[in-house]
């Protein structure tokens, strides 16, 4: 079982810098317009020549209401309507692709994410999946882990059975937070009673997994608040939390200029909501996997990482990774081996493409040896906190110190503040250094100098 992590305020306080998040290596910064439909056809027939398993994630990006903290793509209306025209597109490109693959790969994962996925009526989930089951080879057993994001407000007992008729069997909610001053100031009201009902139909439909969002960092939040909403939200049980530290970027997402920042707590604040969360989350049987996340011990994350099998990519820490990924709709992206492409980010722009019969890839990259092996040297250090020189070198051929000759003044550094432990043979994050993940990362991303800081997250 990995060490606990362990609360260094000191170390916070220095590493504690903006980088990306990992979801992938090279990061979506550095997509560019070179990328388009003739890479994506080359990729998609190496996935079907290989019979790789896929795993597809499904952008729904309508909500009916704002949350003003939010920075997904997403389309806010009352018009119901809107929903069907944008699925006749989402079904054209789902018979785009699939003809590029070969049928017998199986579907081992699929995610709705959004938007609100449950904005959808009955009628409309059941011919989007009917689609999806006629052009790809979803698992009819059970074993997939079909996953979908989903908000209380817009769902109940009758819409979480058809789910699970559907063949969904993990949920994702968004809670965020219980304080009624808070979820004002965020415009997002929601009871303890809705998301309770939803977790309810859940177990008792034998979903196998949820999952609930919480951020911290929002507008009236107080660490003695949202401590409350942490212990209500222990009394539910979930199998994983996420706890994200929200990111305040009014100038890149407009319906945050509706917050005051004035109401935001302060960075001391934001810490020690942070820490009491940990100690909470520790305390009721959580393990930190990294990056936000907690699970439980049996949960698959969990063991997958005592395993040194987890992987993390566009959806996050998965036990997927050796899946090909293909995105559908709005702003989805796909990662099929070497390559990464994104689909147009604008709803009028990616249901034109498709009404003139091309796909909307609109950007992407394709990753040259150096990117092959940082990504290893990423996601090894992200899911594992290890890394062991050999594995790296008899996988690439290289030699790790000659390769990363130049870095080694910085982790020699880290490893004098504790962040890690450097000898000869690897490098391991410290339980102090865990929280940091991304700090140590970020040694190794070659592009990070050549990037605006501004535009990503602080660590902490």
Known sequence: MLDAIRWDTDLIRRYDLAGPRYTSYPTAVQFHGQVGTFDLFHALRDSRKAQRSLSLYVHVPFCANICYYCACNKVITKDRGRAQPYLQRLEQEIQMIACHLDPAQKVEQLHFGGGTPTFLSHDELRQLMAHLREHFNLLNDDSGDYGIEIDPREADWSTMGLLRELGFNRVSIGLQDLDPAVQRAVN??????????????????????????????????TPDNFARTVEEVISLQPDRLSVFNYAHLPERFMPQRRINSSDLPSPAHKLEMLQRTIEQLIAAGYRYI????????????????????????????????????????????????????????????????????????????????????????????ICNFT???????????????????????????????????????????????RLLVRSVCMVFDAYLEQQNRQRFSRVI
């Open 188 to 221: 997002r009201l929601q009871s303890l009673e809705e998301t309770r009902a939803v977790i309810d139909a859940a177990r008792t439909l034998q979903f196998r997994s949820i999952n609930i969002d919480l951020i911290y960092g929002l507008p009236k939040q």
């Open 290 to 381: 990294g990056m936000d996340h907690f699970a439980l011990p049996d949960d698959e994350l969990a063991i997958a990482q005592e395993d040194h099998t987890l992987q993390r990519n566009f959806q996050g820490y998965t036990t997927h990774g050796h899946c090909d990924l293909i995105g559908l709709g709005v702003s989805a992206i796909s990662q099929i081996g070497d390559l990464y492409c994104q689909n147009s980010s604008d709803l009028n722009a990616y249901q034109n493409s498709l009404v003139s019969a091309q796909l909307a890839t609109s950007r992407g990259l394709v990753c040259n040896a150096d990117d092959r092996l940082r990504r290893a040297v990423i996601q090894q250090l």
């Open 387 to 433: 890394l062991v020189f050999a594995e790296i070198e008899q996988q690439f051929n290289v030699d790790f110190q000659g390769y990363f000759g130049a870095l080694w003044p910085q982790l020699q550094g880290m490893a004098d503040d504790g962040l890690i432990k450097l000898d000869r043979e690897r490098i391991e994050v410290l339980p102090a250094g």
